[in-house]
């Protein structure tokens, strides 16, 4: 089965942009469709992004055009961008897969999270 | 926008109980893009339903999901102490895309 590991830096400071890398294993990064979560601290989880299957991105309104995901399927790789980060930003951020032939809109593999801290 | 509702917030159960957890949405949505996750400290969410009621290969029976319209629900029979955590809900196809609930908490009473 599909294997992800979020890589990037775990500090970042405000004003600058996050960019982290999921790097996936075990099947081809085209089989499935992939998002980014995060969940703060104590708090609940947060969708930030995807990667349809289709090749369309779609962000969520929130973040206010502040994020950009892309995928290099040369790579295995599955990348964001969060741009202009503030406190607000700081958080575990995972890597998350699903597949519409399968289980459909649910996410049923998960990286094991990094954890970002925006402060300077 | 859909707003999901996840009650009650914390479920203090006694091992061998079942708990019955529940998610309103505030309008009605498609049941086929409605699961369930367990999250446990330190741990990525595991996906335990999806469609409101199927369960993904390796997920206990002891886990069970219905409902329709705007209400849904995830059983646990027979609690098991691995079994204490946080349950989320979450939809696909309203604003954003993906949106989850926000948790419920099942601990050891």
């Known amino acids: 089965h599909v294997q992800l590991q979020e890589s990037g830096p775990g500090l970042v400071k405000p004003s600058e942009t996050l960019s982290l890398t999921c790097s996936v294993s075990g099947d081809s990064i085209s089989s499935y469709c992939w998002s980014w979560i995060r969940q703060a601290p104590g708090k609940g989880l947060e969708w930030i992004g995807h990667?349809?299957?289709?090749?369309?991105?779609d962000y969520n309104p929130s973040l206010k055009g502040r994020v950009t995901v892309s995928i290099d399927t040369s790579k295995s790789l599955f990348s964001l961008r969060l741009s202009s980060v503030t406190a607000a930003d700081t958080a575990m951020y995972y890597c998350?897969?699903?597949?519409?032939?399968?289980?459909?809109?649910?996410?049923?593999?998960w990286g094991q999270g990094i954890p970002v801290t925006v402060a300077s | 926008e859909v707003v999901l509702t996840q009650s009650p917030g914390t479920l203090s159960l006694s091992p061998g109980v079942s708990a019955t957890l529940s998610c309103r949405t505030s309008?009605?949505?498609?049941?086929?893009?409605l699961g369930w996750y367990q999250q446990k400290p330190g741990q990525a969410p595991r996906l335990l339903i999806y469609?409101?009621?199927h369960r993904p290969a390796g997920i206990s029976d002891r886990f069970s999901g219905s409902g329709s319209g705007t209400d849904f629900s995830l059983t646990i029979s027979r609690l098991e102490p691995e079994d204490f955590a946080v349950y989320y809900c979450q939809l696909f196809g309203s604003s954003p895309l993906f949106s989850f609930g926000p948790g419920t908490k099942v601990d050891i009473k």
């Open positions: 309008q009605t949505v498609n049941s086929d893009h």
């Open positions: 469609s409101t009621f």
């Open positions: 998350a897969s699903y597949n519409i032939a399968a289980a459909g809109t649910v996410f049923d593999y």
């Open positions: 990667r349809h299957c289709s090749g369309r991105n």
